[in-house]
């Protein structure tokens, strides 16, 4: 039997992964099992606006995974992001890198505006001219910066998980910005998951509070290999307006 995908149905599938956005590791207690891959990933959580720190830079994911042969399969993909000063996004970046359709290697690159001030989001095909509207995430309480959220919650998982473990790696510039790193191992023991041996997975993140987003992450877990995700190329400057309107050619959805 085969299946006919058309771009219209896998831009479907690419404003859900859009709008659901996913943490890596989100499935399970351990993360996302043996077969994970996580080829694309979001600067920050969805739904939050981020005013004042505009920038523009390339979103890079690289991942690596060493069979039990000896053999490596790599996989690399980037993405152009932007943000301006009122916390409009924009993300340039091919349904291939998305996971939208594994191996297949001609798939048309989309592109998502959120703009929370018009409290719209928006998909656009630009093979086809088109744009999926839909609503705009609203954040709850704003709280604390993702940074001090996500070390709360390592806290939290220590107090009650000894297999949990989380130190600081203090502060370093990655591209130009500077950014504190954190790194949180946790260990399978024996037996958990049928292993024979204990696992360690080891997941850095380095946050940029300036620019109030990872600008590294790096995810290691022998099960499914080596994610980085890093940005690079970043810029401060404002992103012209433009980048965050649908063209007037282009029909809405």
């Given at each position: 039997?085969?299946?006919?995908?058309?771009?219209?149905?896998?831009?479907?599938?690419?404003v859900?992964?859009?709008?659901?956005?996913?943490?890596?590791?989100?499935?399970?207690?351990?993360?996302?099992?043996?077969?994970?891959?996580?080829?694309?990933?979001?600067?920050?959580?969805?739904?939050?606006?981020?005013?004042?720190?505009?920038?523009?830079?390339?979103?890079?994911?690289?991942?690596?995974?060493?069979?039990?042969?000896?053999?490596?399969?790599?996989?690399?993909?980037?993405?152009?992001?932007?943000?301006?000063?009122?916390?409009?996004?924009?993300?340039e970046?091919?349904?291939?890198?998305l996971g939208?359709?594994?191996?297949?290697?001609?798939?048309?690159?989309?592109?998502?505006?959120?703009?929370?001030?018009?409290?719209?989001?928006?998909?656009?095909?630009?093979?086809?001219?088109?744009?999926?509207?839909?609503?705009?995430?609203?954040?709850?309480?704003?709280?604390?910066?993702?940074?001090?959220?996500?070390?709360?919650?390592?806290?939290?998982?220590?107090?009650?998980?000894a297999?949990?473990?989380?130190?600081?790696?203090?502060?370093?510039?990655?591209?130009?910005?500077?950014?504190?790193?954190?790194?949180?191992?946790?260990?399978?023991?024996?037996?958990?998951?049928?292993?024979?041996?204990?696992?360690?997975?080891?997941?850095?993140?380095?946050?940029?509070?300036?620019?109030?987003?990872?600008?590294?992450?790096?995810?290691?877990?022998?099960?499914?290999?080596?994610?980085?995700?890093?940005?690079?190329?970043?810029?401060?400057a404002?992103?012209?307006?433009t980048?965050f309107?649908?063209?007037?050619?282009?029909?809405?959805?």
């Amino acid at each position: 039997m085969s299946i006919r995908v058309t771009a219209a149905s896998l831009l479907a599938v690419a404003v859900c992964l859009f709008a659901q956005n996913p943490p890596p590791g989100g499935r399970g207690r351990f993360g996302g099992g043996p077969n994970a891959r996580f080829l694309g990933a979001e600067a920050g959580p969805p739904g939050r606006v981020v005013r004042n720190a505009p920038y523009s830079a390339e979103m890079i994911t690289e991942s690596t995974q060493t069979l039990a042969d000896g053999n490596h399969i790599r996989q690399s993909t980037t993405a152009r992001v932007f943000r301006d000063s009122e916390g409009r996004t924009r993300t340039e970046q091919s349904l291939k890198g998305l996971g939208a359709v594994a191996g297949n290697t001609d798939l048309p690159n989309v592109i998502f505006i959120g703009d929370p001030v018009a409290g719209t989001t928006y998909a656009l095909n630009p093979s086809a001219r088109t744009a999926t509207k839909r609503g705009w995430m609203r954040p709850g309480r704003s709280g604390p910066p993702p940074a001090d959220r996500a070390a709360q919650k390592a806290r939290r998982r220590e107090s009650v998980d000894a297999n949990v473990k989380t130190e600081s790696l203090g502060r370093q510039t990655i591209d130009g910005v500077a950014a504190d790193g954190t790194r949180t191992t946790t260990t399978i023991p024996a037996g958990e998951l049928g292993n024979e041996q204990p696992i360690q997975i080891v997941t850095e993140r380095w946050y940029s509070p300036d620019l109030q987003i990872f600008v590294l992450t790096r995810r290691s877990d022998p099960r499914s290999g080596e994610t980085i995700t890093r940005f690079a190329n970043i810029s401060r400057a404002e992103p012209a307006r433009t980048l965050f309107e649908v063209p007037a050619d282009y029909k809405v959805n």
